[in-house]
């Protein structure tokens, strides 16, 4: 799989649960060059980059390349401040089938929820 944030991130570790789900365990780069325009001084993780990410781990997970179809209650919750709390645990509730892959995403920091999501994706066959 070919990756849009190139060193934007670290997948730490992950776990698989036996209901098929994954808890990843990523950490922000915080010298990447998205955080210096995003917001100069005040470093901020662009939304669109967290849903890259959840789709990049999605593809790790299920060995497929996959192209967003639908977003549904997309929920930013917290700013994620690459300085001060780079290290996030994403929750992927993931079900597929044989051309759609869905996601329940959500997104923390401590104990703090960043984001929730639900994303649909068509699997892509090379």
Request: hydrophobic share 40%; proline share 4%; aromatic share 10%.
């Given at each position: 799989?070919?990756?849009?944030?190139?060193?934007?991130?670290?997948l730490?570790?992950?776990?698989?649960?036996?209901?098929?789900?994954f808890?990843?365990?990523?950490?922000?780069?915080?010298?990447?060059?998205?955080?210096?325009?995003?917001?100069?001084?005040?470093?901020?993780?662009?939304g669109?980059?967290?849903?890259?990410?959840?789709?990049?781990?999605?593809?790790?997970?299920?060995?497929?390349?996959?192209?967003?179809?639908?977003?549904?209650?997309?929920?930013?919750?917290?700013?994620?401040?690459?300085?001060?709390?780079?290290?996030?645990?994403?929750?992927?509730?993931?079900?597929?089938?044989?051309?759609d892959?869905?996601?329940?995403?959500?997104?923390?920091?401590?104990?703090?929820?960043?984001?929730?999501?639900?994303?649909?994706?068509?699997?892509?066959?090379?």
């Open positions: 799989m070919q990756t849009l944030l190139t060193d934007f991130y670290t730490k570790s992950y776990e698989k649960a036996e209901n098929g789900s808890t990843a365990y990523i950490s922000l780069h915080k010298e990447h060059d998205i955080f210096k325009g995003h917001f100069p001084g005040n470093p901020v993780t662009p669109v980059c967290m849903m890259q990410i959840v789709k990049e781990l999605t593809e790790e997970f299920t060995s497929s390349a996959l192209f967003l179809k639908m977003a549904s209650n997309v929920k930013f919750m917290a700013i994620i401040n690459p300085f001060e709390t780079p290290d996030l645990k994403l929750q992927l509730d993931i079900s597929e089938d044989e051309t892959v869905k996601v329940k995403n959500i997104t923390s920091f401590g104990e703090t929820i960043a984001l929730k999501m639900t994303v649909s994706y068509k699997k892509l066959t090379s």
